[in-house]
């Protein structure tokens, strides 16, 4: 019911602002039908582990090595094309109802998946830079998902430790040296629970690694990670 209402008040404001495509700019609709068609999904067959298309296997070569801290990573879509262009309004022109929008694809993934839930928390932002936006994107994703899927959205369940710096432009071990012990949970809210860590976009799965470590560290029963899309990383070299 709460789901329901949260999607038809975004419905009425439609009503009054006629919005354009968070992907395309086409005036109608928030997301259109094209956009949805060609967002590119991460096609299987997928590492159990970390989502990442394999060549067949159950792991991929990087979970063998080093496996993520998290029991399962999965993404909805590849960061490119309409996903780039509509995570980048998510992000930074706070478009909530865009973002309950595109998190409608994701309640039926997770629903999909045999996983057992609790709670559904955000990967939180530096403080510094939660107070020059005023908002979290991956709050934006993590709300409407746990609304859709039934289960209670703790916005607290992680936070920022100290302030990292941004991972673009960094290598996988920068990455993961930028976000180690970066978070810390709250024991409260995550002893015993199984937690779905939610967020806009992985890279390396540095930032989903650090924050798994805090959850773990704080009691977790288990621990999860839903991104909206997977971002290809280029090279690994600085
Ligand atoms: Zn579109
Ligand atoms: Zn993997």
Redesign the pocket.
């Known amino acids: 019911m709460r789901y329901a209402l949260y999607r038809w008040s975004w419905a009425a404001l439609d009503w009054l602002f006629p919005p354009t495509c968070g992907g395309c700019d086409m005036p109608g609709e928030r997301w259109c039908q094209d956009c949805q068609e060609i967002a590119a999904r991460i096609e299987p067959p997928l590492?159990?582990?970390?989502?990442?298309t394999?060549s067949g296997d159950t792991?991929?070569a990087?979970?063998v090595d080093s496996?993520?801290k998290m029991t399962a990573i999965r993404s909805w879509a590849i960061f490119d094309g309409p996903v780039r262009e509509a995570l980048h309004r998510v992000k930074y022109q706070r478009d909530v109802a865009l973002a309950e929008v595109l998190t409608r694809p994701l309640v039926e993934y997770v629903g999909s998946l045999d996983w057992h839930l609790d709670i559904v928390a955000p990967v939180p932002l530096s403080r510094d830079r939660q107070k020059e936006r005023g908002y979290n994107q991956a709050a934006l994703l993590a709300k409407p998902l746990a609304l859709g899927l039934g289960l209670r959205y703790c916005n607290h369940a992680l936070a920022r430790r100290r302030d990292t710096r941004s991972q673009v432009g960094l290598n996988l071990d920068q990455r993961r040296q930028n976000v180690e012990g970066a978070f810390q949970a709250s024991r409260s809210l995550v002893a015993g629970k199984a937690v779905l860590v939610v967020d806009d976009v992985a890279t390396s799965g540095s930032t989903l690694d650090a924050s798994a470590e805090a959850l773990w560290h704080a009691g977790a029963e288990n621990v999860y990670g839903m991104t909206l899309a997977r971002a290809v990383l280029v090279s690994n070299k600085p």
Do not use: A, D, N, V
């Open positions: 590492c159990e582990c970390c989502g990442q394999t792991l991929c990087r979970c496996p993520p």
